[in-house]
């Protein structure tokens, strides 16, 4: 088997290749998806950001000018970051949100709205689901920052995680019969 780096692919793939421009997007394929998973675990729009994660990559491709200081990989990476950050600015990659019961709830948009109040069992949970999932901060700096301990912060991580999951699978089986 003849391994070519990616140097080598573009330079083929501008030659048009179609075996390198497979192999190229075979090669990054999976390095798209674990991004899109990484930031967007709960979601049935994973399909729709890895096309628009496959775009980029060919985006990048044709753009790539080899007289830079930076890799390939390292161009790439950048642009898909941003396209992925820019992408789920968008509404349509919101698959559900969380409203206290007070709000005015306004269901015209096409997103699901869970009230929170009704999701977690309590202001601990929703304050895990806060800190922890939405904001992004591990769960032993959140257990330091409110003097609680790991494996309480930790089993409700675990149920909220869980709770999401079927409210996903819920929502995805439910716009499968639509």
């Known amino acids: ?36 998973n990484r930031l967007i675990p709960y979601s049935n729009k994973k399909e729709d950001l890895y096309i628009e994660c496959l775009l980029t990559l060919l985006n990048c491709i044709k753009n790539f000018n080899d007289k830079i200081k930076v890799t390939f990989f390292t161009y790439f990476s950048i642009s898909l970051r941003r396209t992925i950050n820019h992408e789920l600015g ?21 997103i699901n709205i869970y009230v929170a109040d009704r999701l977690f069992k309590d202001k601990l949970s929703q304050e895990i689901y806060d800190e922890c999932i939405i904001g992004n901060i591990s769960i032993s700096k959140y257990c330091r920052a409110n003097n609680i301990d790991y494996n309480i912060v930790y089993k409700r991580y675990r149920e909220i995680i869980k709770q999401l999951k079927l409210i996903f699978h819920w929502h995805k089986s439910k716009s499968d019969l639509q």
């Open 1 to 36: 088997m003849i391994i070519f780096n990616d140097y080598e692919l573009l330079y083929y793939i501008k030659d048009n290749n179609p075996q390198a421009l497979d192999f190229m997007l075979k090669k990054y394929s999976p390095y798209i998806k674990n991004n899109i």
């Open 90 to 110: 968008k509404s349509y990659y919101k698959e559900f949100i969380l409203a206290e019961s007070t709000d005015i709830i306004d269901n015209n948009s096409g």
